[in-house]
Nanobody, 124 residues
Framework: QVQLVESGGGSVQAGGSLRLSCAAS????????MGWFRQAPGKEREFVAH????????ALVGSVKGRFTISRDNAKNTMYLQMNSLKPEDSAVYYC?????????????????WGQGTQVTVSS
């Protein structure tokens, strides 16, 4: 199995930037497709982005396209989420997740391992 730890969250003003990191330990990081999800108070957990095992294939939810970038460094066992032009509606707890499936997924239930989450707060 793999253990995931997120970092990089914080409080920023609208228009600001943050870079989230997800550090993995345990089994070979490159054998997992990875994803970022977020959950705001009173809302369901939602898909934000995913990335293939090699890092060559990525996808983002429409509301963050052009502002967020997902990437990974398999040599460092780390995945990233670069968030630019942040908006108050981006405020949430952000989670990274790993799936043993051969392809990435937008569905939370298809991920096998989760981090503890990191809080992102964007003020207007």
């Amino acid at each position: 199995q793999v253990q995931l730890v997120e970092s990089g969250g914080g409080s920023v003003q609208a228009g600001g930037s943050l870079r989230l990191s997800c550090a993995a330990s345990g089994r070979t990081f490159s054998s997992y497709a990875m994803g970022w999800f977020r959950q705001a108070p009173g809302k369901e957990r939602e898909f934000v982005a995913h990335i293939s095992r090699s890092g060559r294939s990525t996808a983002l939810v429409g509301s963050v396209k052009g502002r967020f970038t997902i990437s990974r460094d398999n040599a460092k066992n780390t995945m990233y989420l670069q968030m630019n032009s942040l908006k108050p509606e981006d405020s949430a707890v952000y989670y990274c997740a790993a799936t043993q499936r051969s392809v990435e997924s937008i569905f939370a239930h298809e991920y096998d391992y989760w981090g503890q989450g990191t809080q992102v707060t964007v003020s207007s």
